[in-house]
């Protein structure tokens, strides 16, 4: 089947003069590269996606929805309780559109093994929780692109075309969590000589002005998109490294080295 231009091309080829025909094969050249040009679209490689989810409706209305879209190929994907990353390798997609499982740990556990299984695979993740903590958290384990529930259909080939194309993508709220986020770390600069002395990570001290306010471990997980539990785990080695019995010991070593004022 021949393109617009081409269609445009055959008339004006018919009413030419004979000489204009054979004048270096003007005319006939226009329509070799309108056919050139067909081909051309034709072959141009589709965007492979492939849609897991633990939820039927969400999985078969993703396919639905984007199924007609030119410019992909959906793969059919897989609706499982477990999520198994050896589908994604039998598949090998340009972009795993993954659907929230309703927990972030189980999330973030997905996510992790794509990437380690397959670090060519472009992940965006649909409909996960949007809070700050937890979609940067998505974000830490590797995806490159975020739906939020009730995006429109090119709200999320937008977001699959500019993943494909080693971009990120997500909505612009959530894109001001991300500079908030580092400008954050950047105003809590580690200090060489305080890892000196008490051997606390950049982390670890960045922690400390925190439990001198006082803030609860879900605070504090909250204020640098962590988990409740990696809170703990530093607070634990924070009170072996400086010979501490508690956070109040903690607060106290580092103000007696000058740490805190």
């Known amino acids: 089947m021949m393109n617009t231009s ?7 080829r018919e009413a030419a003069p004979a000489a204009l025909k054979d004048s270096r094969g003007s005319v006939n050249s226009v329509v070799e590269e309108a056919s050139r040009s067909c081909d051309m679209s034709q072959n141009l490689r589709k965007i492979r ?4 989810s633990g939820n039927r409706a969400w999985h078969d209305g993703l396919i639905k929805m984007l199924g007609n879209r030119a410019g992909l190929e959906m793969l059919s994907g897989g609706v499982n309780e477990i999520f198994r990353v050896e589908k994604v390798l039998e598949d090998l997609p340009d972009v795993l559109l993954l659907t929230s499982c309703g927990n972030l740990d189980s999330d973030i556990s997905n996510i992790r093994k794509v990437r380690v299984a397959a670090p060519g695979v472009r992940i965006v993740m649909f409909g996960g929780a949007g809070a700050e903590r937890e979609f940067l958290q998505y974000v830490r384990a590797g995806i490159r692109g975020y739906v939020p529930l009730g995006a429109t259909v090119t709200d999320v080939w937008e977001t699959l075309e500019a993943v494909h194309a080693a971009k990120a993508c997500c909505p612009s709220a959530l894109c001001v969590l991300l500079f908030n986020y580092f400008e954050r770390e950047a ?3 580690p200090s060489g000589m305080v890892r000196q002395k008490l051997g606390l990570t950049r982390r670890e001290q960045q922690l400390v002005p925190l439990i001198a306010q006082g803030l609860t471990n879900k605070e504090i997980a909250n204020r640098f998109c962590l988990s409740e539990q990696t809170v703990k785990n530093h607070l634990y080695r ?3 490294k400086v010979g501490a019995d508690n956070r109040l010991g903690i607060v106290q070593t580092c103000h007696t080295q000058g740490f805190l004022l």
């Open 6 to 12: 081409a269609r445009q091309a055959l008339p004006a």
């Open 49 to 52: 996606v492939r849609v897991d």
């Open 187 to 189: 105003t809590s600069l």
């Open 238 to 240: 924070m009170k072996h």
